[in-house]
């Protein structure tokens, strides 16, 4: 549904984004993860057609975004990080203007908006004016604009920033209920969002995608995915290499912890991937003669993915253990400052032919 091909952003002689490249099937939700200003946003903005890419091509449900732009926009459904909205209109004059200027029929538009409203529960709401309404509202408006001409492609940016945490879980309900008649990408730098709401997840990192793979894949392939912490008391120079060799142990590394007593250390042991060998790793230190004190099994969350991808020095070899099908996409040796995160927002609604906005009336 949607291919992304060597996409390149360069400003004067900064590049934005590099060779970004990525797919999407339909009725996916994808999550597009990054730190601030590793290219997200601008990358969000050549997919809906703001803003043209120095080279690279984008697909969306066949037509390129370049050379058929308008195809492009009657298929996709964009919310930008701020909402496009019009203060002084209802919220259903909103949804009725944005449905004529994308071009939904005459005769359909009744049933598109109701429909909209509907799925972003925002019938209680239909004739309040859009200044008067809550953030979370106005976010949920700026979903209904993007779904109300019913687009094959969805695009979201940020869409629960600012948002308290009961609307943020209304948010991501909404989102998967979009899911497989929608393909979905979500572009956050919040973590549980992604976890919670996303079927797959393309991490960027100063505007190369460093790994692209399902949330569990990525936390499997990190450090096995799992280990143990342990608190013994004894000889750690002895302890060490014996836990070494119990079969499944990738690791053992000492963990300095001021708050521990003296007589006390703590260790951390990494696995091997599909192993737990955690009996094994008792027996030793009690059949040593060793206090456990303490022994907790510890997985690999998405967090320590996104901290290990997004870390210079250990990106390279990561990604390409995550992302054996895109052998280019390592991080960028230099940074690039993701000039377009902080240009301003393009007018409201996205038509080529909307020049001002327009005034709502009541229905």
Request: charged content about 25%; hydrophobic content about 40%; some cysteine.
């Amino acid at each position: 549904m949607i291919e992304v091909e060597h996409l390149h952003k360069i400003y004067g002689s900064t590049p934005a984004i590099q060779d970004i490249t990525f797919g999407v099937e339909k009725g996916e939700i994808l999550g597009f993860l990054g730190p601030n200003g590793a290219g997200k946003t601008t990358t969000m903005r050549i997919l809906t057609g703001y803003l043209p890419a120095t080279s690279g091509s984008v697909k969306i449900a066949g037509f390129d975004v370049h050379e058929q732009s308008m195809e492009v926009r009657r298929r996709i459904g964009y919310l930008p990080e701020v909402p496009p909205l019009y203060p002084e209109m209802t919220v259903e004059g909103f949804l009725h203007f944005v449905a004529r200027i994308k071009g939904v029929p005459a005769g359909d538009r009744p049933t598109r908006v109701k429909l909209a409203m509907r799925r972003c529960n925002l019938l209680e709401k239909q004739k309040v004016l859009i200044r008067k309404l809550s953030k979370g509202f106005r976010q949920r408006v700026g979903i209904a604009q993007a779904i109300v001409h019913d687009p094959p492609a969805i695009i979201l940016d940020e869409p629960t920033v600012g948002l308290d945490p009961r609307q943020i879980i209304e948010v991501r309900n909404l989102i998967r209920s979009l899911a497989g008649e929608h393909t979905i990408i979500l572009s956050t730098h919040i973590l549980p969002e992604v976890s919670m709401t996303c079927s797959r997840v393309a991490i960027i990192n100063r505007g190369r995608v460093v790994a692209t793979n399902t949330p569990d894949q990525l936390m499997a392939q990190l450090a096995g995915g799992s280990g143990y912490e342990l608190e013994v008391e004894g000889d750690l120079a002895m302890l060490q290499p014996r836990l070494q060799g119990v079969p499944g142990v990738r690791g053992v590394k000492a963990i300095a912890e001021p708050y521990l007593p003296d007589n006390l250390c703590k260790l951390h042991i990494d696995l091997e991937p599909g192993s737990d060998p955690g009996r094994q790793i008792a027996s030793t230190v009690v059949g040593l003669g060793m206090g456990l004190y303490e022994m907790k099994r510890v997985r690999v969350s998405l967090e320590d993915v996104f901290l290990e991808l997004t870390t210079e020095e250990k990106a390279t070899d990561l990604a390409a253990a995550a992302d054996e099908a895109a052998p280019d996409s390592n991080p960028s040796d230099s940074p690039a400052t993701d000039l377009a995160d902080t240009d301003p927002l393009p007018t409201p609604v996205s038509a080529a032919s909307l020049t001002s906005p327009a005034t709502s009336t009541e229905e």
